[in-house]
């Protein structure tokens, strides 16, 4: 989808392919929910963010791993959230969803200060100057002791970088399609969707991910300590601040 400005959304086909091809395209995604949710600190019945749950994975993991949590689960597109609100159907009671468009700052202001505010792979949606003003923010909306999880794709500066990222990506989808279905045809749809933004960041207007370290440095300028990067694999990285 395309903006008054001529600039390129999400849209409804790319939440199709998403939903019907995320669990061969994401690399080590059980490993990534399990990562993000063990860098939240216990917070009994705290309110826990996250910004474009997609089908509701990670959403479901934290109503899991935190019994007493509610999550309040934002996205742009409907058919995803009604996926999140299928997938976290046990856990309805403290699921709540909403409509949002991640770039507007009209949702960065909650009712209850949030214990973790979480994402992934949505963040490279944004330009690096918008990135830097949603890291603001959401530090300014953290209660103290809360975290920022961000798990995203990340631009390798140098030309190396890319290559093995690119390279990682494949081989992480050719293994899943394998290990899922037993054969590659999902990994030939990766190709065929010219998904793996290392091999051609060019390619594709809505990816705008900015490189990590560009990233841990706009979280320690929003105010968050102990910024880390805690996994990253075929250029997909896990990090995170604390709000002091
Ligand atoms: C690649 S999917 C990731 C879904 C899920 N977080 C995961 O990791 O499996 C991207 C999600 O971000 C949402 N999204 C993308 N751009 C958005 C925007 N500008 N505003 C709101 N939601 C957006 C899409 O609807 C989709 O659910």
Known sequence: MTDMHGTKHWDENNSRSFLDYGRYFV???ERQIDIIADLIPAAPGALLVELC?????????????????RVLALD???????????????????LTTGIFELADRDWRSFSEPPHAIVSSLAIHH???RQKQTLFADVEEALRPGGVF???DIVHPPRAAGLAIAARQWDEAVRSRALAIDGDLAAFAEFNRLGWNYFRNPDGEPIDKPS???DQLGWLSEAGFTGVDCAWLFAGHAIFSGLKP
């Open 27 to 29: 690399p080590e995604r």
């Open 149 to 151: 999880v961000v798990a």
């Open 126 to 128: 944004l330009d690096g």
């Open 211 to 213: 490189p990590l370290a």
């Open 53 to 69: 749950p997609g089908e509701g994975l990670l959403s479901r993991a934290l109503l899991e791993r935190f019994g007493d949590c």
């Open 76 to 94: 742009g597109s409907e058919p995803m959230l009604m996926q999140t609100q299928r997938t976290c159907r046990d856990h309805a009671g403290r």
